[in-house]
C-alpha cells in the first residue's frame, strides 16, 4: 500500500488533504522542472484579490495588499520561484478579468459547478465557516427554508448569490462590497446576509454594526472553503502553486501566517500525548539504567566473594569484569594505593599511566566547588558510621571540559579495631544524565516564567483566561478572571451557573444563550456585556467563547475575559467632545454669519441715517417723518451691535438703563416672533430706577427667556408674561432654583417672565443651566447657560419655579443704580456752514455708501476722490501722495482691506490724515491698525452731522 501524506489545511477547519507520498515525490520532480521552464523570463504572475474582505484580504495604509490571502500568495510564490504582481477590485471586477486572460490566479475562490467549468483549483488552504445574519429587531428564522421570502443582500457573482440562485430566491439585493450589505442589514433596509463568519465578524466590530446578529441557522451547500484557482489547462502553474503550498504547512509558515490574520494559537496545557514519543527512549534509559544497576550489583557481589577468598591477594582486579560501561577502582588503604580500570581513565579521556594510581591522583581532577562533599565522607567511613558513600562530583577531562561522575565505594575489609583496610567502588559517567536534568530544570523554569508572564500580560491587558471541562463541568479560571470579578480563588469556587450570575440581568440570556449555541453546534461568540463583580461594582466585559471538539464532538469551552469598561468611558467621553466640538464649529459659523449680516447691514443703515438726517437738517423745521425714520434707523443700529457682539466683533458698553424702556421694546420686536396661540401680557411698573448695565445684553436675556415660554407653550394656547417691579431678590422660594451673585443690599429691579406651558421635572430643573443641556429637539442647550452668565456678570439673582404640567417662572434681579438725569432740552439742529477747501478720498466698496457719503461732503464744500476698494485707493493716493486733506477709510473691503491700504498709504506718506469707517466696536478697529499711529474712528451708521463733525475734527487736528 502507498504511503498517505496527510495534511492539514488549517486549524479546527476540517479540511484534510491526502496525498500518496510516492506519486507526490515523482510530481514534486516533474513539477519543479515545469516551475523553472515556467518562470524563466517569464512576466509576473498577475493575482485577482479583493480588498474589502478583512482580514482575508485589504489595503493597508499605503495602498499595497496585505491579509491572510496577499501574504499566503507571496509564500507560495516565493516557494515556486515566481513573482506576482496583484490586482485589487471588487470580485465582480476581478471574475471578468480572470475569465477575460487579464488575471492569471484568483487568490481566494470558492468552488461550485460553475466555477468547476470555469476553471481549475489548488487544494484548499483554508475553510471559513459559513453564517447567516440578520437584523436583531427581527424574528429569527426557524429553518432555512424561512428565509426564502426574506430580502437577501450579496454581491453580484458571489458564492451566496450562487447559493440563492439554486434555491430559486426572488428577493435579491446587490450590493459593490460585503460592508455596505451589513450597512444596509444594520439599517433593516435588508433582512439577510449570508458570508463567513470570520470575514463578517471583522466588519461587525470595525464599523460598529450594533444590530447584525448571527442566527444558528445553516447553509448547507454553501462552503467558504478556499482555494487558488487558475485557467483550465494551466496544469503546470496549478502543480507548482499546490507544491509549495504543500511546503509552507509541512515547514509551519502557513500556521504563522493564519495565526498572524484569522486568529491566534491558543496555549494549552501539558498533556499525556504531548510526552508519549518521549516515553519509549525514557523507558529505554530507565531499563538500561536497571540492568546497569543489577549488573552492577552482580559485580559487587562476586568482589565480596572473592575478598573472602583471596583478602590478601593482588589478584583480585583481575576477576572484575572489565567490559562493563562502569569503571572499577579498588583501594589499598594501608599502602594509598589504588588500582583503577582502563575505564575509570578512558572515560576521562586519559590513559591509567597519565594519572597517578593515588586518592590524590584522582583528587587533583576534582572541581574546587566538588572537594567538600568529596572529602566529607571519609570521617564517617573512618568513624565505623557507614560502610558506603554515594556521591556525584565533576572532574576534569584531557579536553579541559568537566565532567559529571556518580561514585560509589564500599568497605570490603577493616581490622580488628574497625578501621578501614580496604575499599572498592565504581565509576560512572552520567555527563549526559546531567545534562537532560539541567535541561529539564530549565525547561521547567521556562515554563514557570513563561506561565508567571502570561499572568502578568493578563493583569496588564486586564484579560482573564477560562475553560469549562464539559465532561466533568469543571470550571477553571485565571488569576486575573477572579481579580476582573472582584473574588479570590479562596472566598470563590467557580462553576457554570453562579458564573453566569455575575452578568447584570438584562446580559444572562444572552450569555447562556452563547454558550448553549457553542455547546451544541461548536459555534464560537464574542460579546460585550455588563457584569455586576463580588463587590457590587458594575463593569463593561469582553467575553469570547471557543470549543475544542474530540471525536466531532464539543468536550470543552474556553476563552478570554477582558475589562472594557475604561475604553468604553473613554470613547464615550470622545464622542461627547466630538459632539461638543461640532457645537463649537456652528457657533463659529453663526458667529461668521451674524458678523456678515451686521456688516452689509451697517452699510444700508449708514444711508438711510446720513439721509434722514441730512434731510431733517435741510429742511425748515425738520420732519416728524424723518425723525421716526432716524429712530428706527437707530434701534437698527442696535440690533446690528448686537450681531457684531455675538460674532465677537463689537463691544459692550455698561450704563445706566431703564429696565422698563428694555423690556417693553424687547416685547415688541417678539411679537412678531413667538408662537400665534401665545398671548404676550406686559405689565411695567412706573418709575422703577435704572439699573447698571449693557442694553444688548439685557435684551438678550429676556429675548431668550421669552422664546423659552413660547416653546414650552408647543401647539397649545397659552399665556406668557413680562412684569417689572421694585422688589428683594427672597432667601429660598419654594420648591424653586436660585442663583445668587455678591447681590448687594437694597432694592431690586425685578422682571418676571412667566408661562402656561409644560413646566418641568426636578431632575430637568437640576441640570437646565448646564452647558449643551436641551431639551429640545434641535437646540444648541446654550440659551440658559448664556442668561445665567450675563446675570452673574451684572451682579443680579435668579430664581427658578417650576412645576410639570403647570407653567415655569423665571424672576430676574438687578441691583437698582441712582436716577437717571433729567432728559436736556432739545438743541435746534444748527445750520451746516461750509467746510475749509480740502480734497477728500472716500474709500469704501459700497457704492450706495460710497455715494451718499460723496453727497453729503459735496454739499458741505468738498471735492472727493472716490475708489470703490483698496486697489483703486491705493492707485489713487499713489498718483498724488500729498494732495489729499484726509483719507476717509472703510475698515472691511475684499482684495486689500481698509488695514492693508493704510500701511500702504502711510508708506507713502506718514503724515497723511485718515479716517477710519466701521461698524465693529473702536478696540477691534484700533486692533486691526495697531502700529500705524493715532487712527480715529467713525462707527456706522453715521448721521449727516457725526459725518462732518468727524471730518472736520480730523483735517483739524492735523
Not at 477547519?13 to 521552464?37: I, K, Q
Not at 485589487?88 to 460553475?114: T, Y
Not at 489548488?122 to 459559513?130: A, F, G, R
Not at 502700529?931 to 463733525?949: E, I, M, N
Request: charged share 25%; with cysteine.
Amino acid at each position: 500500500m502507498a504511503a498517505i501524506l496527510i495534511l492539514r489545511m488549517s486549524p479546527g477547519s476540517g479540511c484534510v488533504l491526502r496525498v500518496p507520498t510516492r506519486r507526490l515525490v515523482h510530481a514534486s520532480l516533474w513539477v519543479a522542472m515545469l516551475a523553472l521552464a515556467f518562470s524563466a523570463g517569464a512576466a509576473p504572475l498577475r493575482v485577482g484579490i479583493e480588498p474589502d474582505t478583512q482580514p482575508l484580504s485589504l489595503l493597508d495604509s499605503d495602498g499595497r495588499p496585505s491579509g491572510f490571502a496577499p501574504d499566503l500568495i507571496r509564500a507560495v510564490a516565493a516557494g515556486a520561484g515566481l513573482e506576482v504582481e496583484f490586482v485589487a477590485a471588487s470580485w465582480e471586477n476581478i471574475f471578468a478579468d480572470f475569465r477575460g486572460g487579464r488575471i492569471d490566479v484568483l487568490a481566494a475562490c470558492g468552488r461550485n459547478a460553475e466555477r468547476d467549468r470555469q476553471m481549475i483549483f489548488s487544494v484548499p488552504h483554508i475553510d471559513l465557516k459559513t453564517g447567516v445574519f440578520i437584523n436583531s429587531s427581527q424574528r429569527p428564522p426557524a429553518s432555512l427554508d424561512d428565509l426564502e421570502h426574506r430580502l437577501l443582500g450579496t454581491t453580484r457573482a458571489s458564492l451566496s448569490d450562487a447559493f440563492a440562485g439554486r434555491r430559486g430566491w426572488k428577493r435579491v439585493v446587490y450590493f459593490d462590497t460585503l460592508p455596505q450589505a451589513l450597512a444596509a442589514l444594520d439599517r433593516g433596509e435588508i433582512e439577510v446576509v449570508m458570508a463567513s463568519q470570520v470575514v463578517t465578524s471583522y466588519y461587525v466590530r470595525e464599523y460598529g454594526f450594533r444590530r447584525v446578529s448571527l442566527t444558528s441557522v445553516e447553509a448547507p451547500g454553501l462552503s467558504y472553503e478556499l482555494h487558488m484557482a487558475v485557467p483550465p489547462g494551466e496544469t503546470a502553474l496549478l502543480y507548482a502553486l499546490n507544491r509549495s503550498l504543500v511546503h509552507l504547512r509541512v515547514d509551519g509558515t502557513y500556521d504563522r501566517i493564519y495565526e498572524r490574520w484569522i486568529g491566534p494559537l491558543e496555549p494549552r496545557r501539558l498533556r499525556l500525548r504531548d510526552v508519549q514519543r518521549y516515553l519509549l527512549g525514557l523507558a529505554a534509559l530507565g531499563g538500561l539504567a536497571a540492568i546497569a544497576l543489577a549488573w552492577q550489583r552482580r559485580l559487587l557481589r562476586q568482589l565480596a566473594r572473592q575478598a573472602a577468598l583471596l583478602r590478601d591477594s593482588e589478584q583480585r582486579l583481575s576477576l572484575v569484569l572489565e567490559g562493563s560501561e562502569d569503571a572499577f577502582w579498588d583501594w589499598d588503604m594501608r599502602t594509598g594505593r589504588i588500582a583503577r580500570s582502563e575505564r575509570w581513565a578512558t572515560m576521562l579521556g586519559y590513559t591509567l599511566g597519565e594519572i597517578e594510581p593515588t586518592q590524590e591522583g584522582g583528587r587533583t581532577l576534582i572541581h574546587p566547588d566538588d572537594l567538600p562533599a568529596y572529602a566529607a565522607w571519609r570521617p564517617r567511613l573512618e568513624s565505623g558510621e557507614t560502610d558506603r558513600y554515594d556521591i556525584e562530583y565533576r572532574m576534569r577531562a584531557k579536553s579541559g571540559e568537566w565532567r559529571w561522575v556518580h561514585d560509589r565505594g564500599k568497605v570490603v575489609a577493616r581490622d580488628a579495631t574497625g578501621q578501614p583496610l580496604r575499599m572498592a567502588g565504581t565509576h560512572t559517567d552520567i555527563t549526559a544524565r546531567k545534562r537532560t536534568e539541567a535541561a529539564l530544570i530549565e525547561s521547567q523554569e521556562m515554563l514557570r516564567r513563561s506561565a508567571k508572564l502570561l499572568q502578568q500580560t493578563q493583569a496588564t491587558a486586564h484579560i482573564g483566561g477560562w475553560e469549562v471541562d464539559l465532561r466533568t463541568d469543571k470550571l477553571f479560571w485565571s488569576e486575573e478572571t477572579f481579580r476582573l470579578h472582584d473574588t479570590t480563588p479562596a472566598d470563590y469556587t467557580p462553576n457554570v451557573e453562579t458564573a453566569i450570575g455575575f452578568y447584570a440581568p438584562e446580559s444572562r440570556a444572552i450569555i447562556s444563550a452563547a454558550v448553549e449555541n457553542s455547546v451544541r453546534h461548536g459555534t464560537p461568540y464574542e460579546l460585550e456585556l455588563d457584569v455586576i463583580t463580588a463587590k457590587g461594582r458594575p463593569i463593561r466585559v469582553h467575553t469570547t467563547g471557543r470549543v475544542e471538539l474530540e471525536a466531532g464532538r464539543v468536550v470543552k469551552l474556553y476563552g478570554s475575559f477582558r475589562d472594557i469598561t475604561a475604553e468604553k468611558h473613554a470613547e464615550e467621553d470622545r464622542r461627547k467632545l466630538h459632539l461638543k466640538m461640532l457645537e463649537a464649529q456652528k457657533l463659529e459659523s453663526l458667529g461668521v454669519l451674524a458678523g456678515g449680516i451686521a456688516h452689509d447691514f451697517n452699510n444700508l443703515l449708514t444711508v438711510i441715517l446720513a439721509n434722514a438726517t441730512f434731510a431733517r437738517d435741510s429742511s425748515a423745521g425738520g420732519d416728524a417723518r424723518l425723525a421716526h425714520i432716524e429712530t428706527a434707523a437707530r434701534r437698527a443700529a442696535d440690533l446690528c451691535r448686537q450681531l457684531l457682539a455675538y460674532a465677537g466683533r463689537g463691544s459692550f458698553i455698561v450704563a445706566r438703563t431703564d429696565l422698563g424702556h428694555v423690556v417693553r421694546d424687547t416685547a415688541q420686536l417678539l411679537q412678531v416672533s413667538i408662537s400665534k396661540k401665545a398671548r404676550l401680557a406686559v405689565t411695567l411698573a412706573p418709575d422703577l430706577p435704572p439699573v447698571e448695565g449693557d442694553v444688548s445684553q439685557l435684551r438678550q436675556v429676556i429675548v431668550n427667556l421669552v422664546i423659552n415660554a413660547s416653546e414650552a407653550l408647543g401647539d397649545n394656547t397659552g399665556d406668557i408674561r413680562l412684569v417689572t417691579r421694585l422688589t428683594r431678590p427672597p432667601e429660598a422660594p419654594a420648591g424653586g432654583l436660585i442663583h445668587s451673585f455678591d447681590l448687594p443690599p437694597g432694592d431690586c429691579v425685578s422682571v418676571e417672565i412667566s408661562d402656561t406651558g409644560h413646566g418641568m421635572t426636578p431632575a430637568t430643573l437640576a441640570r437646565i443651566f448646564d452647558p449643551f443641556f436641551t431639551t429640545k429637539f434641535a437646540g444648541r442647550g446654550l440659551g440658559l447657560a448664556a442668561v445665567l452668565g450675563i446675570v452673574r456678570a451684572h451682579r443680579g439673582a435668579l430664581t427658578v419655579e417650576s412645576t410639570a404640567g403647570a407653567g415655569t417662572t423665571f424672576r430676574l434681579f438687578f441691583p437698582a443704580a441712582a436716577p437717571l438725569p433729567a432728559p436736556a432740552a432739545p438743541v435746534a439742529a444748527k445750520a451746516m456752514n461750509p467746510a475749509p477747501g480740502g480734497t477728500l478720498l472716500l474709500v469704501d466698496d459700497e457704492p450706495v455708501v460710497l455715494a451718499t457719503a460723496d453727497a453729503l461732503l459735496r454739499y458741505q464744500g468738498y471735492k472727493t476722490v472716490l475708489a470703490a476698494d483698496g486697489h483703486e485707493a491705493v492707485h489713487q493716493f499713489r498718483a498724488n501722495p500729498r494732495g489729499f486733506a484726509a483719507v476717509l477709510l472703510d475698515l472691511t473691503m475684499p482684495g486689500l482691506d481698509g488695514g492693508e491700504v493704510l500701511r500702504v498709504i502711510r508708506a507713502l506718506n506718514p503724515n497723511v490724515r485718515v479716517l477710519i469707517m466701521s461698524g465693529f466696536s473702536e478696540h477691534d478697529i484700533l486692533a486691526r491698525v495697531r502700529g500705524q499711529g493715532d487712527v480715529p474712528v467713525l462707527r456706522k451708521p453715521f448721521t449727516h452731522d457725526s459725518l462732518l463733525a468727524k471730518v472736520a475734527e480730523v483735517i483739524a487736528t492735523g
